[in-house]
Nanobody, 124 residues
Framework: VQLVESGGGLAQTGGSLKLSCVTS????????IAWFRQAPGKEREGVSC????????YYADSVKGRFFISKDYGEETSWLQMNSLKPEDAGVYYC??????????????????WGKGTLVTVSS
């Protein structure tokens, strides 16, 4: 199983970035796809997820209305559209797969597979 993130980089405050997570080896339809982030010196936190198989979406309060998650079965890919970026959104963003239907954001301990992460920097 592989999860490969891309799309990170430098954005200005108020700007946008779109992260991609290309997966392989998953039973994609059965996998909840989540995005986590980790800022320097902080714990990894769940940002958003799209649950399988019901496709319910969940967001951290800090990103609601600004971030949007999506997934495509054919491409076995998930995206995280991040708008109105703030300096506190900076960190390494990780894609994760969980073979469970969730009723909210996952904890790191629930993750079955992780990507290696992509760095997001937001300039003030």
């Amino acid at each position: 199983v592989q999860l490969v993130e891309s799309g990170g980089g430098l954005a200005q405050t108020g700007g946008s970035l779109k992260l991609s997570c290309v997966t392989s080896g998953l039973t994609f339809r059965d996998a909840t796809i989540a995005w986590f982030r980790q800022a320097p010196g902080k714990e990894r936190e769940g940002v958003s997820c799209v649950s399988a198989p019901d496709l319910r979406q969940y967001y951290a309060d800090s990103v609601k209305g600004r971030f949007f998650i999506s997934k495509d079965y054919g491409e076995e890919t998930s995206w995280l559209q991040m708008n109105s970026l703030k300096p506190e959104d900076a960190g390494v963003y990780y894609c994760a797969a969980i073979y469970r239907t969730l009723n909210g954001l996952p904890q790191s301990s629930e993750v079955h597979f992780w990507g290696k992460g992509t760095l997001v920097t937001v300039s003030s």
